[in-house]
């Protein structure tokens, strides 16, 4: 952008008001010289002082503007009012007058006569001036521009021509140089100059030239104005006229003349600014650019203070003009600016040719250099155009400049740094070098630690792996080690250990070790679960007594574990007395396992003490034969009896009364009352040595052995005695027991390997069982009967105890223990066993619930049909037909025995009649319930009978073999219609089939169905590959069970072919199958010998029941037991969907609060030890 420039500062000089010049052309030539415009040939009006224009209520006068004596008042025209005068020459005067119309001042020029006075106005050379002030008003009046004095009016007042122009006040640039003559002052006028050369483009342009143009014709007014006046020698390019006539004439005159003294014409100028043309009179010459030779010197007078060429006469001023060069502006004022010198030097040349071609190209040079532009006429050296740059760009270039600073001062600094720096740098690359070895280093060891990383994830995805691979070899192992424990009937142990399967099962979604996809499919892992499940609920089931505690005794006991009758419980069990040949009599409390009563008294070591059949009385003896009498349970002794009796050995309570029984090694026995403390001998010395005795639970019979190996019984009330046949043995001695009804008495014969019952009244030997099988064991030492939990006994071992069934003498349960077993004694609530001389072992009855054999047959069970309930209907594959009654327990046989098989039951609507129908192709119809075969009324079909139903109203019995179904009426069971049938119910019992149809296989992917009431036959084939025909049941209500070569069963609801449910375990074909009434458990017995339950809705494998053939199984008449075969036994557990929910851990809990033991490891040891509890 161009910067303007300030050619200098303004003045602080106030503009002086001037008169205006005089713009009237120059009198005649005759006229005499004007004094006051000696520098000037030319007559220009001369300058005074502002005239006051009068007091302001002066009263015009009316005059004419010639009139000399017009003042201040004077109207003239009767329109301008004298306000007073400007100026006046030897041609007109100026005055200042009031435009009266228009309220205005303005400056009015008035032509004066030749002498003055104005009647002289009226000769010839008057008329010459008029017209020459004629035409320079006309001039005038054509110029209208801003520097230009416009004309206002033309008039005449009294003959005397007049005009009225613009008033001006201010002063002239030759005024204006005088007063401030400095170049800064001067400067400052230069757009004023500027204005002139804008004027006077003006006027060329109209073809005017000026010829008289100097800094005393340039007014400047007081508010910037710039004024070109005296157009008194101008005139229109190319005329010529009387002026130049005459100027014509002077110049001769001054060419034949060398006085200096010549007065010269009014027609020549002012030589100091005239142009070499004009001041050697060559009229023809005189143009535009002779007036540009004038600004030239008005230029220069303007840089320099002086004109161009001045001093002396103006003849010399004149030639000086034609003949001498020009002095340089910058040899005048060396600091003057170079392209304004430029510019007037090239407007003063003397070839017109070399000056500017117009006034309007040497105004833009000069607003050029105004504005910061460049001058066109001037040659820049690269240093001024770098200084011109840098004065129009201040504001980029001191930018560039600091930039420029900064930089260096950067330089510089960063010189200096830069040592610094490279030291620095060196250190720092030193250190980046260690640093980046140490990175490195980081790296190899970062990257060393993600490996190692990466190795401890893969050893612990592997770890993890082997935990759960080894969690499943565990589980397996307990598993196995259940299995065979269940098989043995330790089924304590043997529910611990399924428990804890279960617990380390992956699979098990409910163990806290369970890892989803763990098992993969795999059917042995997938069952895993159930299998333990099902184990677990068996030895449930199965257990009659529960380990309660260890009872520790400190200090130990002084006996001999062989040496029986130690132990004398209260009747409650609540307190035991143990015998340990010390003075001292110890009491235990079992509640609390700690001693509660230590009782002294005795002179000599116990030999045996007992509870009376109340418990509130205790009873001892010494080997003094001192007998102490006490209270209990304050301990406190009320009587002591002294006797010769000093080998007691035995001293029990007598059932039924208050006594006690005591005997002695030499064979006599006493009856100890204990209310009159009197001894009373039961019979006379026999002789014998005695071994042990034993009192039956009802107090009716004693029994004794002797150390020959005989024993005799002894009936209290008849007091007659009963000697059994002798038996001599070297085996061991034994000891047997009353069973708890006391109508028999159990002897284990250890050399026989037999066990014999004696029964009552006649005390002959009545059964016999085997003690040990083909797989060995230990014999029986003793026998204890079970207080109380019906006729069972405990038949103790070397190392542990069986429970035994009182009624046959086969193994309940089997309990192995934590010491060897030394003594046992029953209360009513508790078993009570002395394990070691420091260690008692308490036992207490299951709370599980009923005893899972229901009943035991004579044959493998292979029917199972309940029949309300309370009865239940079953049957053996030996062709034995029996009911069971549930409350009381107990067995009936029906009809008679059959030759094969006992397939298939039903019992007729009207509850009358069973039909039983068996593989030798016969019907038997017995009456209900009395059991009784009806005469007669065997029914034989031409095939095995593998499916019996009556009809709704109990009119007709069908009845299927393997190829025909046949329809009888039961009127007369005469057949009404046979039908050419499949095969129903051909692997198993039919358990739960449909009463409307039945289903048989047609080909390999389609079943039949007969409908049974109107004999129609359809056809269905499920979406379900690769059948098995032996296993399609048609069950209630109206569910078709089929199984696929991968043995899963699916559950098809007709006339839907798609499955509905698919339920996978079993590992071989379905022998029955059964729903519950809500549909949500299905029940099937298989030949891979295990009965499987499962949970419709999530397809769950529930439990699996391991049997002895896996061909029937079902859930009795309420549903709320499942009912199914093991080998000859009828077993019963119940439907428990609490249990079976368990999480792992609160199943173990239960297991362990059922056994009262607990696995640490593989070892089993008392619950209270794994738990932290303090023994009681």
């Known amino acids: 952008m161009t910067e303007p420039r300030d050619p200098a500062p303004p003045s602080n000089h106030p503009p002086t008001e001037m008169h205006a010049p005089d713009p009237v052309a120059a009198?005649?030539?005759?006229?005499?010289?004007?004094?006051?415009?000696?520098?000037?040939?030319?007559?220009?009006?001369?300058?005074?002082?502002?005239?006051?224009?009068?007091?302001?209520?002066?009263?015009?006068?009316?005059?004419?503007?010639?009139?000399?004596?017009?003042?201040?008042?004077?109207?003239?025209?009767?329109?301008?009012?004298?306000?007073?005068?400007?100026?006046?020459?030897?041609?007109?005067?100026?005055?200042?007058?009031?435009?009266?119309?228009?309220?205005?001042?303005?400056?009015?020029?008035?032509?004066?006569?030749?002498?003055?006075?104005?009647?002289?106005?009226?000769?010839?050379?008057?008329?010459?001036?008029?017209?020459?002030?004629?035409?320079?008003?006309?001039?005038?009046?054509?110029?209208?521009?801003?520097?230009?004095?416009?004309?206002?009016?033309?008039?005449?007042?009294?003959?005397?021509?007049?005009?009225?122009?613009?008033?001006?006040?201010?002063?002239?640039?030759?005024?204006?140089?005088?007063?401030?003559?400095?170049?800064?002052?001067?400067?400052?006028?230069?757009?004023?100059?500027?204005?002139?050369?804008?004027?006077?483009?003006?006027?060329?342009?109209?073809?005017?030239?000026?010829?008289?143009?100097?800094?005393?014709?340039?007014?400047?007014?007081?508010?910037?104005?710039?004024?070109?006046?005296?157009?008194?020698?101008?005139?229109?390019?190319?005329?010529?006229?009387?002026?130049?006539?005459?100027l014509a004439t002077e110049l001769r005159q001054i060419q034949?003349?060398?006085?200096?003294?010549?007065?010269?014409?009014?027609?020549?100028?002012?030589?100091?600014?005239?142009?070499?043309?004009?001041?050697?009179?060559?009229?023809?010459?005189?143009?535009?650019?002779?007036?540009?030779y004038s600004l030239?010197?008005?230029?220069?007078?303007?840089?320099?203070?002086?004109?161009?060429?001045?001093?002396?006469?103006?003849?010399?001023?004149?030639?000086?003009?034609?003949?001498?060069?020009?002095?340089?502006?910058?040899?005048?004022?060396?600091?003057?600016?170079?392209?304004?010198?430029?510019?007037?030097?090239?407007?003063?040349?003397?070839?017109?040719?070399?000056?500017?071609g117009s006034c309007s190209e040497m105004a833009h040079d000069v607003s050029s250099w105004l504005s910061g532009e460049k001058v066109s006429i001037y040659a820049y050296s690269n240093w001024e155009l770098v200084r011109r740059f840098i004065r129009r760009n201040r504001l980029a270039v001191s930018a560039a400049l600091f930039v420029l600073l900064a930089i260096i001062g950067t330089a510089v600094f960063m010189t200096r740094a830069w040592r610094q720096e490279s030291e620095a740098r060196t250190?720092?690359?030193?250190?980046?070098?260690?640093?980046?070895?140490?990175?490195?280093?980081?790296?190899?060891?970062?990257?060393?630690?993600?490996?190692?990383?990466?190795?401890?994830?893969?050893?612990?995805?592997?770890?993890?792996?082997?935990?759960?691979?080894?969690?499943?070899?565990?589980?397996?192992?307990?598993?196995?080690?259940?299995?065979?424990?269940?098989?043995?009937?330790?089924?304590?142990?043997?529910?611990l250990h399924a428990a804890a399967a279960m617990l380390h099962h992956p699979g098990n979604p409910s163990s806290p070790r369970m890892h989803p996809g763990f098992c993969g499919g795999r059917p042995e892992c997938v069952n895993l679960t159930a299998r333990a499940l099902g184990l677990y609920v068996m030895a449930r089931q199965s257990t009659h007594l529960t380990f309660e505690r260890r009872i520790p005794l400190d200090p130990p006991l002084n006996l001999d574990l062989y040496t029986r009758h130690r132990l004398h419980p209260t009747p409650d069990g609540k307190h035991l007395a143990i015998v340990s040949n010390e003075q001292a009599l110890r009491v235990w409390n079992t509640g609390t396992g700690l001693l509660s009563h230590k009782l002294a008294g005795h002179t000599a070591p116990v030999c045996q003490a007992a509870f009376d059949t109340t418990g509130t009385r205790l009873i001892s003896v010494d080997q003094n034969g001192e007998w102490i009498f006490r209270s209990f349970p304050d301990g406190k002794e009320t009587h002591r009896l002294p006797s010769d009796l000093d080998t007691v050995f035995f001293l029990e309570p007598l059932p039924g009364t208050g006594d006690l029984i005591a005997g002695l090694m030499d064979g006599r026995m006493f009856r100890v009352d204990t209310v009159s403390?009197?001894?009373?001998?039961?019979?006379?010395?026999?002789?014998?040595?005695?071994?042990?005795?034993?009192?039956?639970?009802?107090?009716?019979?004693?029994?004794?052995?002797?150390?020959?190996?005989?024993?005799?019984?002894?009936?209290?009330?008849?007091?007659?005695?009963?000697?059994?046949?002798?038996?001599?043995?070297?085996?061991?001695?034994?000891?047997?027991?009353?069973?708890?009804?006391?109508?028999?008495f159990v002897f284990p014969d250890a050399m026989a390997n037999r066990l014999l019952t004696y029964d009552a009244p006649l005390w002959k030997v009545g059964r016999e069982a085997t003690m040990l099988g083909s797989t060995g064991g230990e014999f029986y030492h003793s026998l204890v009967h079970q207080a109380a939990g019906g006729e069972k006994l405990f038949a103790e071992m070397g190392n542990h105890l069986q429970l035994l069934s009182g009624r046959d003498l086969k193994v309940l349960q089997n309990f192995q223990h934590l010491a060897p077993v030394g003594s046992v004694r029953t209360t009513d609530g508790k078993v009570l066993v002395l394990g070691s001389r420091s260690e008692l072992q308490l036992f207490r009855p299951a709370v599980a619930g009923r005893e899972a054999v229901l009943a035991a047959a004579d044959g493998i069970i292979g029917l199972i049909h309940p029949l309300d309930a309370r009865t239940t209907l079953a049957a053996t594959l030996t062709g034995t037909t029996f009911k069971i009654n549930h409350p009381e327990n107990t067995v009936n046989n029906l009809g008679r025995r059959f030759d094969g098989y006992v397939w298939a039951a039903d019992l007729s609507p009207d509850r009358k009649t069973l039909v039983v129908g068996s593989w030798d192709h016969t019907i038997q119809l017995i009456d209900y319930p009395s059991g009784g075969l009806r005469p007669d009324r065997v029914l034989r079909l031409d095939g095995p009978v593998t499916y019996v139903r009556f009809s709704p109203d109990g009119r007709r019995l069908n009845a299927a073999t393997f190829k025909m179904l046949h329809v009888l009426d039961t009127a007369d069971w005469k057949t009404l219609e046979r039908?050419?049938?499949?095969?129903?119910?051909?692997?198993?019992?039919?358990?739960?089939?449909?009463?409307?149809?039945?289903?048989?296989?047609?080909?390999?992917?389609?079943?039949?169905?007969?409908?049974?009431?109107?004999?129609?036959?359809?056809?269905?084939?499920?979406?379900?590959?690769n059948l098995l025909e032996v296993a399609t049941r048609f069950i209630e209500p109206g569910v078709l069970v089929v199984q696929d070569d991968a043995f899963c069963l699916h559950l098809v609801y007709p006339p839907v072919k798609k499955p509905r449910h698919k339920l996978c375990g079993l590992a071989s074909s379905l022998?029955?199958?059964?729903?519950?009434?809500?549909?949500?458990?299905?029940?099937?017995?298989?030949?891979?010998?295990?009965?499987?339950?499962?949970?419709?809705?999530?397809?769950?494998?529930?439990?699996?029941?391991?049997?002895?053939?896996?061909?029937?199984?079902?859930?009795?008449?309420?549903?709320?037991?499942?009912?199914?075969?093991?080998?000859?036994?009828?077993?019963?557990?119940?439907?428990?969907?609490?249990?079976?929910?368990?999480?792992?851990?609160?199943?173990?809990?239960?297991?362990?609060?059922?056994?009262?033991?607990?696995?640490?490891?593989?070892?089993?040891?008392?619950?209270?030890?794994?738990?932290?509890?303090?023994?009681?």
């Open 27 to 246: 009198p005649d030539p005759v006229a005499a010289p004007d004094p006051a415009s000696a520098p000037t040939v030319s007559l220009p009006v001369a300058s005074a002082d502002t005239i006051d224009a009068g007091s302001a209520d002066a009263s015009p006068r009316p005059s004419s503007p010639a009139d000399p004596a017009a003042g201040p008042g004077t109207s003239i025209n009767a329109r301008y009012v004298v306000l007073g005068e400007i100026g006046h020459g030897g041609m007109g005067r100026v005055l200042r007058v009031r435009d009266e119309k228009i309220q205005r001042e303005v400056a009015l020029k008035s032509l004066l006569s030749e002498d003055g006075e104005p009647g002289s106005a009226r000769d010839a050379s008057t008329n010459t001036r008029t017209r020459r002030f004629l035409r320079e008003v006309q001039l005038s009046g054509q110029l209208e521009h801003p520097s230009i004095v416009p004309i206002h009016d033309l008039g005449e007042s009294d003959g005397s021509p007049y005009y009225t122009m613009r008033y001006i006040q201010g002063r002239s640039l030759a005024e204006a140089l005088r007063q401030d003559p400095t170049p800064a002052g001067r400067l400052r006028l230069l757009p004023h100059f500027g204005d002139i050369c804008n004027a006077m483009a003006f006027a060329h342009d109209r073809k005017i030239i000026h010829r008289d143009l100097k800094p005393a014709n340039v007014i400047l007014g007081e508010y910037g104005e710039t004024m070109v006046i005296d157009w008194g020698l101008a005139k229109v390019q190319g005329d010529v006229d009387e002026s130049d006539r005459r």
């Open 677 to 744: 403390r009197t001894l009373v001998q039961l019979w006379p010395e026999l002789g014998l040595s005695l071994q042990d005795i034993i009192v039956s639970p009802t107090g009716g019979n004693i029994a004794i052995f002797d150390r020959r190996g005989s024993f005799r019984l002894y009936d209290v009330a008849s007091r007659t005695w009963t000697i059994t046949e002798r038996r001599r043995s070297e085996a061991p001695t034994s000891y047997g027991t009353f069973t708890a009804s006391g109508t028999s």
């Open 979 to 1025: 039908h050419i049938i499949g095969v129903v119910s051909g692997n198993g019992p039919p358990v739960s089939l449909s009463r409307r149809f039945i289903a048989f296989h047609e080909t390999d992917e389609e079943i039949s169905l007969f409908e049974l009431e109107t004999a129609k036959l359809s056809a269905i084939k499920p979406d379900v590959k």
């Open 427 to 495: 250190r720092a690359q030193e250190a980046s070098g260690r640093e980046v070895h140490a990175r490195q280093q980081e790296n190899r060891a970062r990257e060393e630690e993600k490996r190692q990383k990466e190795l401890a994830q893969d050893s612990l995805s592997r770890k993890i792996e082997e935990e759960r691979t080894s969690s499943y070899r565990l589980a397996e192992a307990h598993l196995a080690r259940s299995e065979h424990l269940f098989k043995e009937r330790f089924f304590l142990e043997a529910g």
């Open 256 to 292: 034949e003349t060398d006085d200096s003294a010549t007065v010269f014409g009014t027609a020549l100028g002012t030589p100091a600014y005239m142009a070499p043309e004009q001041a050697l009179g060559r009229l023809d010459e005189i143009d535009h650019q002779s007036d540009i």
């Open 1071 to 1176: 022998a029955t199958a059964t729903l519950n009434s809500a549909g949500t458990l299905l029940l099937a017995a298989g030949d891979d010998h295990t009965v499987r339950l499962w949970s419709i809705p999530d397809g769950r494998l529930l439990l699996v029941l391991p049997t002895v053939v896996g061909q029937v199984a079902s859930f009795d008449f309420g549903e709320k037991n499942i009912l199914f075969e093991r080998g000859n036994e009828l077993w019963r557990i119940p439907v428990d969907t609490t249990l079976w929910n368990l999480p792992a851990t609160e199943l173990m809990k239960s297991a362990e609060d059922l056994s009262g033991l607990c696995l640490e490891g593989s070892r089993l040891r008392p619950l209270h030890e794994c738990r932290k509890l303090p023994a009681r």
């Open 296 to 356: 030239g010197a008005i230029l220069y007078e303007l840089l320099t203070g002086v004109p161009p060429f001045s001093g002396g006469h103006p003849h010399r001023v004149m030639l000086r003009v034609v003949q001498e060069p020009l002095t340089p502006v910058r040899s005048r004022v060396p600091d003057a600016p170079a392209e304004l010198c430029a510019i007037a030097e090239k407007a003063l040349q003397k070839d017109k040719r070399l000056r500017y």
